[in-house]
Nanobody, 126 residues
Framework: QVQLVESGGGSVQAGGSMLLSCVDAGHTYSTHCMGWFRQIPGKEREGVAAIDTDGSTYYADSVKGRFIVSAADTNATVYLHMYNLKPEDTGMYFC????????????????????WSQGTQLTVSS
């Protein structure tokens, strides 16, 4: 049963923007952190942004000032607004959810997400 339904992605030129959305179709947890991750070929998976049900957010240094994470629908839907995209943002993007209204400890994103979306490809051309 698919629990996280992700949409968005595709191709965009450098400097453009893109919106990804992720719906927790199963309303899995009463409180949670929902994170956005990307997998770039040849690199380790990177957590880029996250938001918990209290509205606290996390951003990787590589996307601060360019990406915004937000939630709606009583936190069942999370968005990743991406602006000023760069070719190095190209990769497969995933959302993930885990219980507990916390996403990071002292600036380090939690790493125990167990439910993941199917992923969507973002390609930024120069």
């Amino acid at each position: 049963q698919v629990q996280l339904v992700e949409s968005g992605g595709g191709s965009v030129q450098a400097g453009g923007s893109m919106l990804l959305s992720c719906v927790d179709a199963g309303h899995t947890y009463s409180t949670h952190c929902m994170g956005w991750f990307r997998q770039i070929p040849g690199k380790e998976r990177e957590g880029v942004a996250a938001i918990d049900t209290d509205g606290s957010t996390y951003y990787a240094d590589s996307v601060k000032g360019r990406f915004i994470v937000s939630a709606a629908d009583t936190n069942a839907t999370v968005y990743l607004h991406m602006y000023n995209l760069k070719p190095e943002d190209t990769g497969m993007y995933f959302c993930a959810i885990e219980g507990g209204s916390w996403c990071h400890i002292r600036g380090t994103l939690r790493d125990n997400f167990e439910i993941w979306s199917q992923g969507t490809q973002l390609t930024v051309s120069s």
